[in-house]
């Protein structure tokens, strides 16, 4: 199924960038862009930040095919700059340039007040639902879930307006997506349900399920939705027997695994003198990146589902669904550690948190620790707190 036809309301003549000043930056902002200071915040977005957004899609909207647009969009080119100005800041880069945290933040507050004015239609409305997907990162990396939703309540709501969802097309799809995995990993978090409901990811839900040998890039979002329906069905927290969604949601998991082509399949290899099962794949390319995303996600809600499912079946049973969710969790967490890329693991701190609550032996418990202390290292995302909830269990 190709995506629906478009039907996208931009403002008649849509402002576009022009210089700072015109759009009331900061003297500090000005000043520090005026340098090649611009140039080496660009590039970082372009080579860090941008491949975290193309994770789950090998059309590289961000990286790539909509870079003249987002040069072009001041909400979407001020967040660019903002999430590049912190990224590097948090990866204990402050030196290599002076003033960066108030730099970050004087960013940060200009595409978020850019963002507000396009909504009476000073900017064109696809561009700045990008720049937010990037706002709501930048305060992923800073800020407690509770923070996040501040901004995906803001994407939802423009998703709503405009109806708009993963079947859309083009880069309105490519931000539902990096939004749905926002939404979805704070819900999480707060063991609450999504803000923007599941059900509605899909034009035709069902007949996207019907599907069979499906791209890489179609079958990576579809394991974010399953994802987000097996977060909003443990948040309802309903018995299994009163659970419309229950049964049919591991049917659908179970068609997952087997309804990828090619590019969306990976192998399973038992490790030798090991007891750990890992996926074969190690790359940096575009679409092994998303099909190691796409799998972790995946085999990290097949871990939390058989979580609650073994909370409501007898001694017996749950031990045995326990057993295979730590056969799950060895399983995501083992695709983490060989698919190091950083958009691997920026996309990856909830699943590693998720499933190394499941690690039983002494080295499989600080290896989860140490993958959380490389994600951390290499991205500058705080996992701190992950790490110590782990340490307490």
Known sequence: ??????????????????????????????????????????????????????????????????????????????????????????????????GL???????????????????????EVVGTVAGCVLLCV??????????????????????????????????????????????????????????????????????????DDIDADLHACIAIWLTARVINLTADGLPI???VDFHALKADMLKWEFMGGPSAQAVLLREPMQRRIILSLKSSSPVTVLVAIGHTQFYTAKVVLLEYEAAQRDADAAAALREEAY?????????????????????????VYACGRHMRTRSEKFATLELLAQIERKTGWKCGWRSDGLREI
């Open 138 to 211: 930048y305060e992923m990396m800073t800020l407690t879930y509770l923070d996040w939703r501040r901004h995906v309540q803001g994407c939802a709501s423009m998703y709503t307006h405009n109806g708009w969802n993963g079947s859309s097309g083009g880069l309105i799809s490519g931000c539902f997506w990096d939004f749905a995995r926002t939404d979805m990993w704070a819900a999480f978090c707060s063991s609450t349900r999504t803000i923007l409901p599941a059900e509605t990811s899909f034009d035709e839900p069902m007949a996207i399920m019907a599907l």
């Open 1 to 98: 199924m190709g995506p629906r036809p478009m039907n996208v309301a931009l403002p008649p003549n849509p402002e576009q960038f022009t210089t700072w000043s015109d759009l009331e930056a900061s003297d500090l902002v000005q000043t520090a862009l005026r340098t090649n200071l611009g140039i080496t915040l660009m590039h970082n977005y372009l080579t860090e930040c941008a491949p975290w957004f193309d994770a789950h899609s090998a059309q590289l909207y961000y990286s790539r095919v909509e870079v003249s647009r987002m040069l072009k969009c001041p909400p979407w080119r001020a967040a660019a700059l903002a999430l590049s100005a912190k990224n590097i800041e948090m990866r204990d880069h402050p030196s290599l340039i002076p």
């Open 241 to 243: 027997a009163e659970s």
């Open 327 to 351: 056969k799950y969790a060895l399983i995501a967490n083992g695709v983490v550690e060989i698919n190091n890329h950083t958009a691997c693991l920026v996309n990856s701190l909830q699943p």
């Open 101 to 123: 945290k108030k730099l970050s933040l004087h960013l940060y507050s200009m595409a978020v007040r850019l963002a507000i004015e396009s909504m009476s239609g000073r900017f």
